[in-house]
């Protein structure tokens, strides 16, 4: 599992830190990535060196701190070297294998497919160059990041080497440029590590799936309610009602299920643990998967009753609404009534749309706080707090207050994770 290599390093007044400034790095390749590379090395106080094909032309393209020489020049300048070139090209720089003995190769590259090639890059890269110690690294980071700082935008830099002294001296170059370098082990991870950028939203395709069947269903049984029966069977015209008033009916539906969806696993999980009589045991892989899943069910249970409540604030919007009070009014007065308040549907309404709003405004509060950015800023009990006491009754937090904090009591969060993932995740 990866371990953050920030703790030991983040003292600023880390000697090995002071010595990495001001150190020569050398960067082979003059393209988007490398220009920002350059920039931003030049920004943190490192010498840089540019090793192009074509020094000459590219040179006014990079900062004017960095120098722009040949690949070979280069390349006997330093002993750090990122290699911004595509993978395609790495063989053409075979002609300098010489003078990259014994030197620390950054390969950067990503590929355009998962799996692409039987070995990751990084390895295609030491089997071309087995003098040299090759670190994977930043290939997470977009050159515009690299361009903008670290400010905005994904701040992790992964990195995986077989020589620990080598990727200490990688991980301590991302941290001088500000991003926060994370241990992902030996250079066979290079293979995950290059997969990463090409994944999309992994952890949210069951989740999606999950609501747009729920959604189909719903949708499918509350047409057949609101409109084809009443077609059928009284020959009314309610077909009016698709775009709206059936999609607002069933997104409510959606939302309670995967609701319960987010809750359901840990009771699951709880009860697998009381069966076996340990925590100690795996979960089967199914309730893993579901359990890792809770944090994007329950957003996706919000934003189906965020949506459900913006359907229904619009409903007296429409024309089909106003037509509708008319011809009541209309035929009110035709009956000679001169008051249709009735005191009991009044108090129903009130009542129904006050806990719609305090549903919603629980339902955000359990959102908010499931985003890492404020998940971290509460500790276990504040968190709990609000994911679990203010959905269940105070006994659970007792239950877990002596179960401690293993897996059962992470049952009940919403998204406490069953095994750590890292953040980018
Ligand atoms: N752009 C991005 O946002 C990111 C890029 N990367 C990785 O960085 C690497 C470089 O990407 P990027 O800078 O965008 O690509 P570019 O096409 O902009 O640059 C590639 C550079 O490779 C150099 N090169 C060396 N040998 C050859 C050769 N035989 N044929 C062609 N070019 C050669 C060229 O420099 P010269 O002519 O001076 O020798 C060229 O400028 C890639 O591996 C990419 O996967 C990773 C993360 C993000
Ligand atoms: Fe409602």
């Known amino acids: 599992l990866p371990e953050s290599m920030v703790d030991s390093h983040t003292d600023p007044s880390n000697p090995d830190l002071a010595a990495t400034v001001g150190r020569t790095i050398g960067i082979l390749g003059s ?56 993978r395609e090209h790495y063989s053409t720089l075979c002609d300098l294998t010489d003078e990259l003995a014994g030197k620390i190769l950054v390969d950067v590259s990503n590929n355009t497919e998962i799996n692409h090639h ?98 189909l269903c719903f949708y499918t049984y509350n047409f057949i309610r609101q409109v084809l029966h009443p077609y059928i069977w009284e020959q009314k015209n309610k077909f009016y009602k ?5 999609v607002n009916s069933t997104l409510p539906c959606v939302a309670y299920v ?36 809770r944090k994007q069910i329950g957003l996706l249970s919000f934003f189906c009753a965020a949506l459900h409540a913006v359907y229904s604030l619009c409903l007296p919007m429409r024309r089909s609404h106003r037509y509708q009070l008319i011809n009541a009014a ?32 629980l339902l955000s509060l359990l959102a908010i706080t499931s985003l890492p950015s404020i998940a971290n800023s509460l500790n276990w009990r504040e968190f709990s707090f609000i994911q679990v006491k203010s959905i269940f009754a105070y006994s659970r937090a007792t239950h877990h207050r002596q179960r401690g904090f293993g897996p059962a009591a992470l049952a009940y969060q919403w998204v406490a994770p069953a095994t750590p993932v890292p953040r980018w995740a």
């Open 258 to 293: 995967m609701l319960s969806l987010v809750y359901l696993p840990g009771v699951l999980a709880a009860s697998f643990q009381l069966r076996y009589g340990t925590k100690y045991r795996r979960f089967p892989d199914w309730l893993d998967q579901w359990l890792q899943h």
């Open 242 to 246: 698709i775009p709206v008033e059936v």
């Open 330 to 361: 209309v035929k009110q007065v035709m009956e000679k009534k001169t008051d249709a308040w009735i005191e009991e549907e009044v108090w129903r309404m009130e009542i129904y749309v006050s806990f719609g709003i305090m549903a919603l405004g």
């Open 118 to 215: 039987k070995e990751s890059n990084a390895e295609y890269l030491a089997s071309l160059f087995p003098a040299c110690t090759v670190v994977k690294g930043f290939n997470v980071i977009s050159a515009w990041t690299l361009q903008s700082g670290p400010r905005d935008g994904n701040k992790q830099v992964l990195i995986c080497c077989d020589n620990q002294e080598a990727k200490r001296t990688v991980a301590e170059i991302a941290q001088v440029m500000g991003f926060t370098p994370l241990d992902m082990g030996s250079l066979s991870s290079a293979c995950e590590i290059e997969n990463i950028p090409l994944r999309l939203l992994p952890a949210w395709k069951i989740p999606v799936f999950l609501a747009l069947g729920l959604f």
């Open 31 to 86: 393209g988007d990535f490398a220009r920002s590379l350059a920039t931003r090395l030049v920004y943190s106080g490192f010498q840089v060196v540019v090793g192009s094909r074509n020094p000459k032309r590219c040179a006014g393209l990079f900062p004017s701190a960095a120098e722009v020489t040949a690949q070979v020049d280069a390349v006997k300048k330093t002993n750090v070297i990122f290699v911004a070139v595509f």
